[in-house]
């Protein structure tokens, strides 16, 4: 089993930066991959950015991309996801995952963690 714990979640306004963090413990060493997914209320989760753990390859979604950035601490088996030039509509509840099944940008992970609330106002 894999534990996952995100912080950095808050209320900023439109413009603002903030860094998520998601600390991972446990049986991390089959840990191939890890990604942030977002849900906003009323919509479907969806995939924000991953990072493969060893070649440090990342991937974001087209909405993200040039304003968030992922990265890792293999060390400390921590992934950051450091979120710029915040936008309203990036409100959501953000969710770590880590050990994708299948295609790193979908949504079947087997390990997920709590949750973080950011919410951007305008």
């Known amino acids: 089993q894999v534990q996952l714990v995100e912080s950095g979640g808050g209320l900023v306004q439109a413009g603002d930066s903030l860094r998520l963090s998601c600390s991972a413990s446990?049986?991390?060493?089959?840990?191939?991959?890890m990604g942030w997914f977002r849900q906003a209320p009323g919509k479907e989760r969806e995939f924000v950015a991953a990072?493969?753990?060893?070649?440090?390859?990342?991937y974001y979604a087209g909405s993200v991309k040039g304003r968030f950035t992922i990265s890792r601490d293999n060390a400390k088996n921590t992934v950051y996801l450091q979120m710029n030039s915040l936008k309203p509509e990036d409100t959501a509840v953000y969710y770590c995952a880590a050990s994708p099944k299948g295609n790193i940008q979908g949504p079947e992970y087997d390990y997920w963690g709590q949750g973080t609330q950011v919410t951007v106002s305008s």
């Open positions: 446990g049986r991390t060493f089959n840990n191939n991959a």
């Open positions: 990072i493969a753990w060893s070649l440090g390859y990342t």
